[in-house]
C-alpha cells in the first residue's frame, strides 16, 4: 500500500488533535484512498517524549523533519509569527508541503507564504485556519467555484459568540461573562485577540482573499471588538427584534471590497442571530448559488484536528495521483491575483442603531432628529426611555441605510450638544439584502 | 489554453442553469483552473433551437454527444429513470466522465452505474443530487474524510418545508397552503415525491452510501410525508417548545444503520428548528468534528446549476492534471463498499408525541397512561384540551425515549378503547445528544 509520510511541528492542543485524528481514522483514511497516511514525526521543544500510543519519531528540532527525505508533508501547529513563519518557509524551501492553522501569520505574512510555495510548487493547506472543522475553505475553492462571491458575513470567534450569547440570554454584563469564561477555560487568560475582533480579522482576510483572489492583510480589516457593549443595547437591539453579534462582513463592490469586524444588529429572521453559544457560522452569497452558510464548531482540539487531517489527505491525492498544484492554493492562479482595493470605512452605508443619553428636557428630541435630518440621516423607529425622575433620557434610533462619514459628523455634532451628557452608543446593522436574507 | 468539452443532455430548468452559469462563470473559471470550460454540445428533444446567447452545437439526439469524440463530460439533467439511466450508461461507456442531478435515478440504479463507471475508468459527479447548491457532497467526501459520520439530519425538500414553515406560522391548514403553493410555482403540479417524503428519502440514500461507504436504496429507507399533519398538532408542538419538520434522519450504529424520513418534532433550540421556508438544511455529526450543519436553497435553476459546475470543473481538474480517480466517486474504494443493514423501524428508539382523542370522562387518563405503563413508555410531559362541553378531548402526551414497537402495540391498544373516538396521532422526536445539540 501506498504512504504517505507526515510531519508535525507543534504537539499542543490542535497537534495532538491531529495526532490523535490520524491514529483514529488510518483504517478509514486507507478505505476511502488506498493509502496508509503516517505520522512519522513529531517535534515540539516543551516535551521530552509522547504519549505511549504515539509511534511517531520525537525530536524537540523542527529541522529533523524538514531534513527527512521520506516526509511528503510538514503540519506547522504551533501558532504566532516566529519561528511559525520561518519553519514553513524552511520547509517550502526543502520542497515540502505545508499545512497549518495559523491565522494570524497567513493574514499578516500570507503572500510571501504562498508565493515561495507556488514558487516551490509544493501546497499549502489551510482549512483548519478558519471555521475550526467545517470545511468551509474547500467550499470556496471548489464547492462555490461557478460564482462570484458577493458577500461573507459570520460569525468566527466562539468566545466572542459564548460571551454575546451568555449576555444576551441572561442580561449579565460584559466582564462578569467574560470572567466566567476564564474560570471555565473557555476564555484565554489574554483574551484580546478573541474579544476584540482581531482573531476575527484573520480569517476574514484569509476568506475574503480566497473569495475575491485578491491579497487582503489584516491591515485592511476595520475591527473593533465587544468589550464595550452594555446590557442595555442588548436589551434595546431585542426591542427591535435584533440580536448583537460580533460579525466579519464583507461585501464585493467589484472595484472594491468591504472588509470589517464589528459589533453588529442581526434581526432575529437572519440566520446568523440564531448561531448561539461557541458555534461558528460563515454565511456566503454567490451570484449563481445564492445564499450557503456553514455551521460548526469554529475551534477545539477536535474539530481543528478534523480540518488539519482533511487537508493533509487532500495533499495526500494530489501526491498520489501526480496532480500537485491541482487547485491553486488560493483559488486563483498566483498570476492572476492582485492587491485588494479596500472600501474606504467612510464610504460605507448600512443601517444605524444609536443610544444617545440626554438630559430629559422639552425640545430634546427635536434637537437629536434635527442634526439626523441635515446629515441626510433617515429615522426608521425610535424608543425613549426615562431612567428615573431628575435621571437622563434614553434616545435609542434605528436608522434607514446611512452613510458612515454622515453618521460620525452627526454624533460628533450631537455629542457636542449641551443637553447629551454621556458619549453616543453607535452599532451598525446587517444589510438586508432585497431576496429577504 | 488547455480546453474542456462539455456536452448537456436536457435544456429544462436545470439545463438551462448549468448553460447560464457556463456562460457567465467561463472568465472567472480561466482564472481559477487556467482552462477553458466550454458547453460545446446540447441535446433535448423538447427543442429546436438554442437561444441566441448559446452557442453549443444543438442536436434532439443524446447521441450526437457521446458519438463526439471530443466531448470530455457527459451532463445528464433530464431527470427520472428511463432515458437518463440508458444515457449514462451509454457516455459511461464511450468513456465519458459524467455528471448527474438525479438523485431519483441513483438511489434505485446507483449501484449500477458506480460500478460501470469504476469499471471504465471515468468519474461520476452528482453534487446536485442533494441540496442544491450546497456543497455537501464534497463536504461528506472531502472535508470530513477524517471522519466516522456518526448522524446524518436534514431538511432536504424545499416545498414540504415551505408548507410546514407557512403551516407554523400562519395556522393554515395543509391543503390550503399546498395549493396556493402550487398557484404560485413553489410545488409542482404533481407534488407527491415533495409532500409524501420520496425525494428527501432518495436525497437520504444517497447520502448514507457515500458517509458510511455501504450501499443504501431506495428501498431502505422508511418515508412518511406530511400530508396528515394537522395545524392542530403544530399548535401542540409549539407549547412543547417545538416545530415539526420533515427530516431525513440516519443514526449510524455500526454494525447497523437507521434510515428514515418523517415528520418530526424539533425543539427550537436546535437549528433544524430555525430552517424556515424553501431553503434546506443538512446536519452531519462526526466522531472527530463534531456538529457541521450545511445551509441553503435546496433547489432552483441556478443553485443546482452551481452544484452541477462544480462537479464540471471538479473533473476538468483531473483531468487536466491526469488524476482521473483522485476521489472515488462513492468516497470509498469501491471494493470496500457493502450492502447496508438498515435497522429495523421497531427497533427504532426515540422520543415520541401522541395526540389521543377521547370521550371526557373521568378515569380516562389513567387508562391511558396505564396502557403506556405496561409498554414501558416513561411519560416526559401532558397537556389536556377540551374542544368543548360533550365534546372529545385531546390528551397530549410526550414520551421518553421510547422502542417504536412498542410504541406501535401501545397506540394499537389505545386505538382499540372504547372511549378512544379517532385514531391517535403519534410523531416522532429527535434525538437530544449528550452535546447538547
Known amino acids: 500500500m501506498k504512504e504517505i509520510h507526515i510531519g508535525l511541528i507543534g504537539f499542543g492542543t490542535v497537534g495532538q488533535g491531529l495526532a490523535k485524528t490520524l491514529l483514529n481514522q488510518r483504517q478509514r483514511l486507507k478505505t476511502r484512498t488506498g493509502a496508509d497516511f503516517i505520522l512519522s514525526r513529531i517535534a515540539d521543544t516543551h516535551y521530552d517524549q509522547l504519549p505511549e500510543e504515539f509511534t511517531a519519531a520525537f525530536s524537540k528540532e523542527a529541522r529533523d523533519i524538514f531534513d527527512d527525505p521520506t516526509i511528503d508533508i510538514v ?81 468566527m470567534n466562539g468566545t466572542a459568540n459564548y460571551i454575546l450569547t451568555q449576555m444576551t440570554e441572561h442580561g449579565y454584563a460584559f466582564d462578569e461573562v467574560l470572567l466566567d469564561a476564564q474560570q471555565q477555560g473557555f476564555a484565554e487568560a489574554d483574551p484580546t485577540y478573541d474579544i476584540e475582533g482581531i482573531d476575527t480579522a484573520h480569517k476574514l482576510a484569509i476568506l475574503m482573499t ?30 427591535f427584534g435584533c440580536r448583537i453579534k460580533l460579525l466579519a ?74 496532480a500537485v498544484g491541482r487547485v491553486p492554493a ?47 440621516i433617515s429615522i426608521k423607529s425610535m424608543i425613549q426611555k426615562s431612567l428615573g425622575k431628575n435621571k437622563p433620557v434614553f434616545i435609542v434610533l434605528r436608522s434607514h441605510m446611512a452613510e458612515e462619514s454622515s453618521v460620525q459628523r452627526a454624533i460628533a455634532e450631537i455629542d457636542a450638544l449641551e443637553v447629551c451628557t454621556d458619549p453616543t452608543v453607535t452599532i451598525r446593522g446587517l444589510i438586508e439584502e432585497s431576496n429577504g436574507d
Do not use: W
Open 75 to 155: 503540519v506547522e501547529l504551533i501558532g504566532g509569527m516566529e519561528p511559525a513563519k520561518s519553519f514553513l518557509l524552511q520547509a517550502i524551501a526543502k520542497g515540502k508541503h505545508v499545512v497549518t492553522a495559523n491565522k494570524a501569520l497567513l493574514s499578516v505574512h500570507g503572500k510571501e507564504i504562498f508565493e515561495a510555495a507556488a514558487a516551490a510548487g509544493v501546497e499549502v493547506g489551510f482549512e483548519a485556519s478558519v471555521g475550526g472543522g467545517m470545511p468551509v475553505i474547500k467550499a470556496l475553492k471548489e464547492g462555490l467555484v461557478a460564482n462570484e462571491i458577493q458577500s461573507i458575513r459570520g460569525i
Open 249 to 322: 462582513i464583507s461585501h464585493n463592490h467589484g472595484d472594491h471590497m468591504e472588509a470589517r469586524v464589528h459589533p453588529t444588529m442581526v434581526p432575529n429572521s437572519h440566520m446568523l442571530a440564531n448561531i448561539n453559544g461557541a458555534f461558528n457560522a460563515i454565511h456566503f452569497t454567490g451570484d449563481t448559488v445564492g445564499d450557503v452558510l456553514l455551521y460548526g464548531q469554529g475551534a477545539g482540539m477536535m474539530p481543528t484536528g478534523s480540518a488539519v487531517a482533511a487537508d493533509v489527505v487532500d495533499i495526500g491525492r494530489d501526491i498520489l495521483t501526480g
Open 210 to 239: 480566497i473569495a475575491y483572489g485578491r491579497h487582503v492583510h489584516l491591515d485592511d480589516v476595520t475591527t473593533e471588538g465587544i468589550s464595550k457593549i452594555h446590557p442595555i443595547d442588548i436589551e434595546f437591539a431585542k426591542e
Open 330 to 376: 488560493l483559488s486563483h492562479l498566483p498570476e492572476t491575483m492582485a492587491p485588494a482595493s479596500i472600501t474606504p470605512m467612510g464610504e460605507l452605508q448600512c443601517p444605524y442603531y444609536f443610544r444617545i443619553t440626554v438630559v430629559d428636557r422639552p425640545g430634546v428630541l427635536a434637537q437629536i432628529t434635527g442634526v439626523f435630518g441635515r446629515h441626510n
